[in-house]
């Protein structure tokens, strides 16, 4: 998939939360309102769209792309 293709694409936290494990990120979903979330540091690295999805430029922008 190409950058940009990935910035526009919406991810599952499934989805997500791999893509940080490669990155030696440890995230999680916040059960009360969905918020992927940095279990180190508690910081919100995204919310859910309507369906439950992440935008991708929110999972590619915390890892400094």
Known sequence: MRYWEACEAQVTADEAIEEYR??????????????????????VIAHADEEGE????DILGYLGY
């Open 54 to 57: 992440y935008y991708g430029a």
């Open 22 to 43: 490669i990155h030696e990120v440890a995230a999680t979903v916040r059960g009360d309102d969905k918020a992927l979330v940095d279990e180190a540091t508690g910081e």
